[in-house]
């Protein structure tokens, strides 16, 4: 499916969000919006390595009390972008098969697209805080935020802490140590039917589908989320 299709769809779902949004904030209670996020770059830190392109998904919502799981993913934001270096790792572009040199030259500008992803994401949260979602967040949550003071005149969405680890979570939920809660160990109960593909929008998808499970699951003593 193109972008230009995938954004209509997703629009056409926005009036229905932000309705249901603003009901609830009407009611005076706080609602946090989920957003699984993937990134694909060509090194290990921002600044003299790029980032090559990054997934946005609507995850589901959380106002204290009742988690509102997606009906689907349709809501997504994807796109590829220009490196910002000359520096690479060749390694890290054979985990996620971008064509760099095809980004050079036909990737998307870091500031328009870090604007457009703001604006995106302000829309579909309306009234409601938008959180960032990843497993593990520290990666991704690194990327984004440096991209988005460095390029958004906007800044930040999730300003500086609006995130949510969900390899935390599945630690405390199954009892384990940190250390010993890399996604290897997610529980087969927890995954979706789908695979790993390192491309952003497929492993956001499928994030936020993980995310959406272990968000309702009570964990191994039966506590509930």
């Excluded at 926005?14 to 009901?23: E, F, G």
């Excluded at 690479?88 to 980004?103: I, S």
Aim: include cysteine; hydrophobic fraction near 40%.
């Amino acid at each position: 499916m193109n972008t230009a299709l995938a954004e209509q769809r997703q629009n056409e779902n926005l009036v229905m969000k932000r309705a249901q949004m603003a009901a609830r904030a009407d009611s005076r209670c706080a609602v946090d919006i989920y957003f699984s996020a993937d990134i694909e770059t060509d090194g290990p830190i921002p600044g003299p390595f790029s980032m090559l392109s990054f997934a946005l998904v609507y995850a589901g919502s959380f106002d204290g009390r009742c988690f509102e799981h997606p009906g689907d993913y349709s809501q997504s934001f994807y796109r590829e972008l220009k490196p910002i270096s000359n520096e690479y790792q060749p390694e890290a572009l054979q985990v996620n098969r971008l064509d760099r040199d095809r980004l050079c030259k036909e990737g998307k500008e870091p500031k328009s697209v870090m604007a457009e992803a703001h604006d995106w994401i302000k829309e579909i949260a309306g009234n409601a805080k938008p959180v960032l979602v990843a497993y593990p967040l520290s990666f991704d949550w690194a990327w984004l935020y440096w991209y988005f003071v460095r390029f958004s005149s906007k800044g930040s969405p999730f300003n500086h802490s609006l995130c949510f680890d969900m390899k935390t979570a599945f630690a405390v939920k199954a009892s384990i140590p940190i250390s010993e809660a890399g996604r290897s160990k997610i529980l087969p109960s927890l995954l979706p039917h789908r695979g790993h593909t390192h491309h952003a929008l497929d492993d956001a998808i499928e994030q936020a589908e993980i995310f959406a499970n272990l968000f309702q699951w009570e964990g191994v003593n039966g506590r509930t989320p």
